[in-house]
């Protein structure tokens, strides 16, 4: 499944490219997760402004409304001045005066949605409850405390919520929390002020690095799809069960959390 720093290396490996873009064609495949909203010849003359990314949605600006993208769990895209001719998974197509955008979805969870401005009630149900990016200014020590302090479910899950901080997933909330040295069945309200701000730190590190090794392979990228997708980190714990820790070579655990895996480790990672 496509996480935050893979949807962020998406949009900027085409954003600059598509932007003052004409639609020029959109062509639909199989129906996605959630239908357009409206025919897809009214896009055709509209001019894309800019391209934004919103927890894992990217927002592509027109001069008259805007698209919602979602990538969903196998979705990937790509944008090119020629592409082959579209394949059976290949669900949807603009075309623009700067190229086509496409996007293949083999599992189609993925979805665009046209809505009018932000304040569109579709816009404000997708987007409405996402918490602060983890990336930008607005992801403040003392907010994510404040957030922590309020939810008593175990932090991996408040993590992967997305109501506290937006687009941590489960690769990288795994290794987040070791990072910070927290077990990820420990209750969010429990865990001290220092202990937070680790985690904070850490959150912002794994991401930013993994944006900055998938910008450094861009090219790559672009033609990747689904799993290929992602930027192989080394990773501290995540998918490495029986492994012997990287830190003090403890033998790596495994769990089911809200039928997710979660891999720790049961001597750096305190309750
Ligand atoms: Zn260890």
């Not at 909203?37 to 896009?43: C, F, M, R, Y």
Request: hydrophobic share 40%.
């Amino acid at each position: 499944m496509p996480e935050l720093p893979e949807v962020e290396v998406t949009r900027l490996s085409f954003a600059d490219r598509i932007a003052g873009a004409q639609i020029q064609a959109v062509r639909m495949g199989k129906p996605l997760r959630w239908p357009l909203g409206l025919a897809p010849e009214a896009l055709v003359q509209r001019r894309i402004r800019a391209v934004r990314r919103r927890g894992k949605y990217l927002l592509l600006d027109m001069d008259e409304g805007l698209l919602l993208l979602h990538l969903g769990m196998s979705g990937s895209l790509t944008f090119a001045r020629e592409l082959p001719p579209a394949g059976v998974h290949d669900h949807f197509e603009m075309q623009t005066t700067r190229g086509t955008l496409r996007l293949n979805d083999p599992r189609r969870f993925g979805a665009v949605v046209y809505a009018s401005s932000e304040q569109d009630p579709v816009a404000v149900k997708l987007l409405g409850k996402l918490g602060v990016e983890p990336l930008g200014d607005a992801f403040d020590l003392r907010l994510f405390q404040q957030g922590l302090k309020a939810r008593s479910g175990p932090i991996k899950q408040v993590l992967l919520a997305g109501e506290v901080v937006v687009g941590v997933g489960n690769i990288y909330a795994s290794e987040a929390l070791f990072l910070a040295g927290i077990r990820p069945t420990t209750k969010a309200s429990r865990i001290s002020g220092p202990r937070v701000a680790r985690l904070h730190a850490a959150v912002r590190d794994v991401l930013a690095r993994a944006v900055a090794k998938g910008g450094s392979t861009l090219r790559d990228f672009s033609n990747a799809h689904g799993e290929s997708g992602y930027f192989q980190l080394e990773a501290m714990v995540y998918g490495r069960e029986g492994g012997p820790c990287h830190v003090c070579a403890t033998t790596i655990k495994a769990i089911r959390q809200g039928q997710r895996s979660t891999f720790f480790c049961p001597v750096c990672q305190k309750p």
